[in-house]
């Protein structure tokens, strides 16, 4: 078997994939359901073209995103979460209720 | 009042200060308890002593973190987790059962 060097506290094995904020907000608009390509960019609104796909490509690659091509005309593709991928969700849920939580006086500056 | 640009959603309210690994795994050590500086630094393994120094001065500022300078000789200096910083707790709980739920072959790679 092949050596791996995985953490094994589960905040740094979730760290591992989800680290920095695009890719927590990508999960975040994946939740609301399957997405084009341009539709994600458009909703995140500032992340460029190059960020989002290399983050698709390593969600797509790592179990969380299902990438599916339709042979229309013209071609089709849409993102979605996979079963791990919906999982995410309770810890999205937790971000938001402490995100919630805090005062804006502390948030600010 | 002051105009002010925060987000209403709670997960970039929560990624505002918590960008990106490191600030996660400060607070992550600063549950255990209060620390000094150079605890912290070694728990954390490979931070510098710039970076750690630069997230504690934030978390200090938004009130998730308290320091504390007793003046002993040598002046000790501890670090630790105000009330708000300690309800997340809650959302690193949900981080780590995320990360221990996903198999070794989904994180590889």
Redo the contacts between chains.
């Keep these: 078997m ?1 050596e ?1 060097c ?1 953490p094994e ?13 695009w890719a ?2 990508i999960v ?1 608009e994946l939740l609301v359901g399957p997405q084009r390509f341009t539709e994600l960019k458009s909703r995140l609104g500032s992340i460029s073209a190059h960020t989002l796909t290399h983050r698709l490509k390593r969600f797509e ?3 969380i995103v299902r990438r599916t091509a339709y042979a229309e005309t013209p071609p089709r593709v849409v993102y979605e979460l996979t079963e ?1 991928g919906m ?2 969700n ?13 005062a ?1 006086e ?4």
Excluded at 90 to 102: D, F, H, R, T
Excluded at 106 to 109: I, V
């Design positions: 092949e791996r995985l506290c589960g905040v740094e094995r979730f760290l591992l994939l989800l680290d920095g904020p927590t907000l975040r690659k790592h179990g791990l999982t995410l309770e810890v999205l849920k937790a971000m938001n209720a402490w995100g919630i939580s805090v804006d502390k948030l600010a500056g």
